[in-house]
């Protein structure tokens, strides 16, 4: 499931370069493709930004190739689930959020908000198999934008230039935001 939106600015950022990381594998005709992103030590984020996901709130994932005028090449929205009755659901985690999940909903594991004072707010995603969206094209067009929207509206992001890639080949990209 996905819905494409546009890039946002002032979003909450990084507070030191390197602390958010990207992985993508893509293997084309396989299941085996794959999203890794965390962001850490960044900006402080309220508990009202994160909205409820057991409930009500939605997070979409989105990446953006910045190149020339930022392109929308990867969304992926996630839905709140109110239950745990479906072996998939949003957990509080008394800090924010937690999802564990078997990978139906957009090919997500696991996925974790939590908000905090500058540099102790965090997110991670994980997400692969068939449920995931289509990645995008690898090799990646660099600079890229990655942006975490939340139904509240708060926004959180990092950006990925050769200078913090490691790896950026036709089958995966590895980075460290800038």
């Known amino acids: 499931m ?3 939106r546009n890039r946002l600015d002032g979003c909450h950022g990084v507070t030191e370069p390197g602390t958010a990381s990207l992985k993508l594998k893509d293997k084309p005709g396989s299941r085996a493709g794959s999203l890794v992103w965390q962001w850490k030590k960044g900006d402080a984020t309220m508990p009202s930004e994160l ?87 690898l090799p990646l067009a660099l600079p890229l934008r990655v942006q975490l929207v939340a139904s509240t509206g708060a926004c959180w992001e990092a950006e990925y230039t050769s200078a913090g890639a490691t790896k950026n080949d036709a089958m995966q990209f590895s980075g460290r935001s800038e």
């Open 51 to 137: 909205g409820d996901p057991t409930a009500a709130d939605d997070y979409t994932l989105c990446m953006y190739d910045e190149a020339v005028t930022p392109t929308l090449v990867f969304s992926s929205i996630t839905r709140p689930i109110p239950d745990c009755s479906h072996n998939a659901c949003w957990v509080n985690t008394g800090t924010g959020f937690t999802f564990h999940g078997t990978g139906e909903l957009c090919g997500i594991k696991k996925f974790t908000v939590s908000a905090g004072d500058a540099r102790d707010s965090r997110i991670v995603m994980k997400a692969r198999g068939d449920g995931l969206p289509p990645l995008p094209s």
């Open 2 to 4: 996905s819905e494409g």
